[in-house]
């Protein structure tokens, strides 16, 4: 049962053992310990061992897709995009991006995008695609349901065993927020509201949807404060400080996922999940820049601009792209989604949470109590001892998790760069 | 009938017993006092120090440094350090802060180790445990008052980069050169300790030094193989440890009964040396190698701007994060063993023993140099002392 991961020279990490007890009891004793261990003496749980990755989203995830649906000349296939790993292959990066490594970390081949059916899916396939959004019909993409549309008309790809084990990884929204942000330059607190349940509303079915097809893996990379976008922040016309609103409404619906993830952990019987928060990841990397090895988390390492915010070409790439954040106007450097990578992979449940996706890859599936015991720095929640279905308690959860995400929000925007 | 007043009798006797006790020490509950924790030493347990004192970039407050948290800020680790556990263990509610550092919460302790520390000579950018203490004594009148600093616990790492230095500028010292330099380090040490007593601290914990030999930088640098650790070192730092408990007997005992010397000595040197002899018994894939780093070991560079490290993946694998520091998950177990283990790991007492020790007792207990049985048992496969 031993799997040999295929790593390249640069990893020194040993093949990855079976599922230990340890793993388990870890996991476990974050939340309900005393409630869940007897149970775990009782029960011999499934072995599990995600070789198997499915990937949901926008642009950040795209990894080729684009080119089938667009008529015109998609830009992520040709240079500058893929000029670190001197090949353009629809990822809108300067080389790989965060299923590239996440793949790589689980000992699997790079997923690839459903639409280029010639390739191998035996491993999973990326149904991401640029410019897509969870609600309406934008052109030339596919909205969250269309992609988890065409993974239900392919899933006999995969057998049921391999969709119950497999991980399902999401970053959707930020075109959401982007457009509502510039159509409603001031909306009301009730009306921001009223747009992102709408948003979560549709996330939940769709991950119905992919539950109701054995999925049961899911990670969430919440939304990066898009108002310190380079793009965003160019076209604001004050390149100074991140925009208030798109942040805003990112936080808001990072907090509303956090809760959607926990009400279905404790609905659906056998889900599990991660949530990593992106968006504090990429404020460090913003405001402290340096620290984390980039020269600059202001402006983007390709486009024309004060920061180089639009038109990436290659007339207008920087010659260090490690040393930016930022490869074009809205999405990261290979460098950033490294970072990113292991911080998906490993890290503590104050970054990722309540397991990191090494984790998340060999918990046992028949877990029925679902460790939903969100850590104390992520919602500044307190461990739960009892039900928690009482609207008192998701009350209480959101009046604790106001005061983190809209605190980051405020530090996004007020700090000068 | 008569079985009832049997019963009857012993409870009362009990009752009667117990009303004699006047002076109860109270074990250890949940009834923490609300003390601090200062560390003193090296880079184990600086806390941030090192970069108020250097011109130069600090690797340590970059990436890949503190991975785990995303927080890259000083701590030789990728995450938190075995004094930061060790503080929520004792329900200290903020993060002992790095002493040197400006505007820092100092009201429940504070580190003063500092990376590159030394008992003997004059390292450079840092300070050697005599100047940490003198810096303590500096601060002390502004911020702790006397009582807060007795009941308080003084926990100290230090030594390491002497006999690190040593062997580097003595490598074929022979013998009793070994041992005039062993001496001379623990005598600094025992004076260095009855400063900081005479300043008011009683309650002292030191950690006995690493296994040196197997830090995964020595071993890259002496071309030990991944098998072997340099025994030289290894043997130099079990020199050391062995005047440790004695040294803090002598000290305890000549103590006036109106000002305790209390102690406890942590054995990290078998607590690292067991992790790398049974790794899988404590769950570490690689212990000989560090996960941040280049080289045969990737021991070297972590964090070094014109370096390219290789960096682990999954760091929870692994024993070191870069070439001498332990990562995040060894420094929970071991500050798990510094506040409750048994007499084989920490002793006399442990931690959380020695926190509610009363501080105007004279400890009743003393060091014990282990026995060839408690050796035995130790090394032999598959018994799981922790």
Redesign the interface.
């Known amino acids: 049962m031993l799997l040999i991961p295929s790593f390249t020279a640069n990893s020194n990490e040993p093949p990855p053992s079976k599922l230990s007890l340890s793993d388990l009891s870890m996991a476990i004793l974050k939340s309900h310990f005393f409630l869940l261990f007897p149970l775990l003496l009782l029960h011999f749980h499934t072995v599990s061992f995600a070789q198997t990755l499915f990937v949901f989203g926008d642009g950040l995830y795209d990894a080729g897709n684009k080119q089938f649906l667009s008529q015109n000349r998609v830009d992520a296939s040709f240079p500058p995009y893929g000029v670190t790993v001197g090949q353009a292959t629809g990822r809108w990066s300067d080389g790989s991006i965060v299923p590239d490594y996440l793949a790589k970390f689980m000992g699997i081949p790079k997923i690839s995008p459903i639409l280029l059916t010639t390739a191998d899916f035996s491993h999973g396939a990326n149904f991401a695609i640029a410019d897509a959004t969870v609600l309406g019909s934008p052109p030339e993409t596919m909205t969250l349901s269309q992609q988890v549309k065409k993974f239900s008309e392919n899933k006999n790809k995969w057998t049921n065993q391999t969709r119950s084990e497999a991980i399902y990884l999401i970053y959707i929204g930020s075109d959401d927020y982007l457009s509502y942000a510039k159509s409603n330059p001031s909306p009301s607190d009730t009306q921001k509201q009223a747009f992102v349940d709408q948003v979560i509303t549709t996330i939940k079915a769709e991950i119905k949807v992919v539950y109701g097809s054995g999925g049961r893996k899911f990670a969430f990379q919440n939304l990066a404060p898009l108002g310190c976008l380079p793009a965003v922040k160019q076209a604001s016309g004050n390149v100074q400080e991140c925009v208030k609103l798109p942040s805003e409404m990112a936080a808001l619906h990072n907090k509303k996922l956090l809760q959607l993830l926990v009400e279905l952990s404790r609905e659906l019987n056998g889900f599990q999940y991660s949530f990593y928060d992106f968006f504090s990841s990429i404020q460090n990397r913003v405001i402290k820049s340096k620290t984390y090895t980039f020269e600059t988390g202001n402006a983007a390492c390709c486009g024309t601009g004060s920061i180089n915010g639009s038109n990436c070409s290659a007339k207008n790439v920087c010659a260090k792209p490690e040393e930016y954040i930022f490869f074009d106007g809205k999405h990261l450097t290979q460098e950033a989604n490294l970072q990113v990578g292991h911080l998906m992979w490993g890290a503590d449940p104050e970054v990722i949470g309540p397991n990191n996706i090494r984790e998340l890859m060999v918990l046992p599936l028949d877990i029925t109590v679902i460790l939903a015991g969100i850590q104390e720095a992520m919602a500044a929640m307190r461990p739960r001892q009892s039900n928690i279905e009482s609207l008192y308690d998701i009350k209480k959860m959101e009046s604790e998790m106001d005061n983190h995400w809209l605190y980051q929000v405020d530090k996004a925007i007020s700090f000068m760069i | 009938m008569m079985a009832k007043n049997c019963n009857l009798v012993s409870v009362l006797c009990v009752f009667l017993v117990l009303t004699l006790f006047n002076k109860p020490i109270t074990v250890a509950g949940q009834n923490i006092p609300a003390v601090g924790l200062f560390t003193f030493g090296d880079s184990n347990f600086d806390a941030g120090n090192k970069q108020t004192l250097t011109k130069t970039l600090l690797p340590q407050?970059?990436?890949?440094y503190g991975?785990?948290?995303?927080?890259?800020n000083g701590k030789f680790s990728d995450?938190l350090i075995a004094p930061d556990f060790l503080a929520k263990f004792m329900r200290i509610p903020i993060v002992i802060p790095p002493a040197l550092q400006p505007n820092v919460n100092v009201s429940r302790g504070a580190s003063f180790a500092v990376a590159d520390a030394t008992l003997l000579g004059a390292p450079v950018e840092s300070l050697t445990l005599n100047q940490q203490v003198r810096k303590f004594n500096q601060m002390k009148a502004a911020n702790w008052n006397d009582d807060f600093v007795k009941k308080s616990v003084f926990m100290i790492y230090i030594g390491a980069n002497d006999y690190l230095n040593f062997t580097k500028n003595n490598p074929n010292a022979d013998a009793s050169t070994q041992q005039a330099f062993v001496t001379s380090v623990t005598n600094k040490l025992k004076n260095d300790i009855s400063l900081l007593y005479s300043s008011g601290a009683s309650k002292f914990v030191i950690q006995t030094l690493a296994p040196l030999g197997c830090l995964p930088i020595v071993r890259q640098e002496f071309n030990t193989g991944m098998d072997q650790c340099y025994e030289k070192l290894n043997d130099l730092a079990k020199q050391h440890n062995e005047k440790i408990g004695p040294m803090l007997n002598e000290l305890a005992r000549t103590a006036p009964a109106s000002a305790p010397f209390q102690f406890t000595v942590f054995d990290f040197y078998n607590a690292i040396l067991t992790r790398t002899q049974r790794n899988q018994n404590f769950?570490f894939?690689?212990t000989n190698?560090s996960c941040c780093g280049v080289g045969t070991h990737?021991a070297y560079g972590c964090g070094f701007?014109n370096v390219h490290s290789?960096?682990?993946?999954?760091?929870?694998?692994y024993l070191f994060f870069d070439g001498r520091h332990n990562t995040?998950k060894a420094q929970e177990m071991f500050g798990h063993l510094l506040f409750g283990a048994d007499t084989n790991v920490i002793q006399p007492m442990n931690i959380r023993e020695l926190v509610v020790y009363p501080a105007d007792e004279p400890m009743r207990e003393s060091w014990v140099p282990p026995t060839s049985a408690t050796v035995q048992l130790r090394e032999s496969r598959g018994y799981e002392y922790y």
């Not at chain 2, 407050?61 to 890949?64: C, H, L, Y």
């Not at chain 2, 290789?310 to 694998?317: F, N, W």
């Open positions: 407050t970059f990436w890949p991975k785990s948290r995303d927080d890259p995450g769950r894939f690689v190698a990737d701007p290789r960096l682990c993946e999954y760091q929870r694998s995040e």
